[in-house]
């Protein structure tokens, strides 16, 4: 009789001893959700304040920052646009952008692939030598850049300003890549080997395909860091029509005054191009990350 009671009372106290921790588990669901919901708005409202002190006049700027808006205009937007030049500054952007990020991806691939496979010492000794530039700052070569660039005559040029960005960013997409083919099964290779593929075939017919998801990665990153560049094309590129938009936008800001009324409406031209690639091409983005997150 008594361990029938015990039996059945059992339940009762599994239930009550669930309930506090099922208590526990909604407390804290809700304060991550409060917490979310805080930063988000951390990152939301910069960007708000931007787009509609854009939108505002001088005037009304002047009389109240903060406050609501009594007036809205596009007249800031198509003066900063003719301003900074925004057609050929954007396609200038563009170019090097697209440029730059090409022979990253492919000299970095290609680098990354012998010293990811090849266990002897110097391979080691290169590979950290490339995690070694990861750390070295671009103020630090701007003065040995320059007389280089001076004397191959690449001063003012798009090429040159590739090449600079290209050996900036190399140990960065050495670094993404080796990390990722080490994780690649070497019987894929050995099996390519038994059919008769060498060391480059092997390499654009069956690794290559396979860092689709890493090099998402790398170039979401490699052209947030170009386009938002400020130092490179400002020292490199003197002719004002080869200069990029962040570069002509930078020219809005005075030492002694700022007018918000200018600058935001510039600031945001600049970045509109790259939100709508990303807007485009974010399901690709996402995935490549989401399948280099998973992968064994």
Request: aromatic share 10%; charged share 10%; net charge positive.
């Amino acid at each position: 009789m008594t361990s029938f009671t015990a039996t059945r009372t059992a339940p009762k106290a599994s239930a009550t001893a669930k309930a506090p921790r099922d208590r526990l588990r909604r407390l804290t669901g809700g304060l991550g959700t409060v917490l979310l919901c805080l930063g988000t708005l951390l990152f939301v409202l910069p960007f708000l304040f931007t787009v509609v002190t854009s939108l505002r006049t001088a005037a009304d700027v002047a009389r109240s920052p903060l406050g609501v808006p009594h007036s809205l205009t596009l007249k800031n937007f198509s003066q900063a646009f003719s301003q900074i030049h925004y057609g050929p500054s954007t396609l200038n952007t563009l170019l090097i952008t697209g440029l730059s990020c090409v022979t990253i991806t492919a000299i970095g691939s290609l680098a990354a692939y012998p010293l990811a496979r090849i266990t002897q010492h110097w391979s080691t000794a290169v590979y950290r030598l490339f995690i070694l530039g990861t750390s070295v700052p671009v103020f630090v070569v701007v003065a040995p850049l320059y007389l280089l660039m001076r004397d191959l005559n690449l001063l003012d040029s798009y090429l040159g300003v590739v090449l600079i960005y290209t050996a900036l960013n190399l140990p960065v997409a050495v670094f993404f890549y080796t990390s990722f083919i080490r994780t690649i099964p070497a019987d894929l290779e050995e099996a390519a080997a038994i059919d008769g593929c060498g060391a480059f075939r092997t390499f654009f017919t069956i690794i290559l395909p396979l860092l689709r998801p890493v090099t998402s990665t790398l170039l979401t990153f490699v052209a947030l860091q170009i386009w938002n560049d400020l130092l490179v094309p400002l020292v490199f590129l003197q002719d004002p029509s080869k200069r990029t938009v962040m570069v002509n936008a930078y020219s809005f800001i005075d030492p002694h005054t700022v007018q918000p009324t200018t600058l935001f409406p510039a600031a945001l031209l600049g970045v509109l191009p790259l939100l709508v690639i990303f807007a485009f091409f974010q399901r690709q983005v996402v995935a490549g990350m989401s399948a280099g997150a998973v992968k064994s």
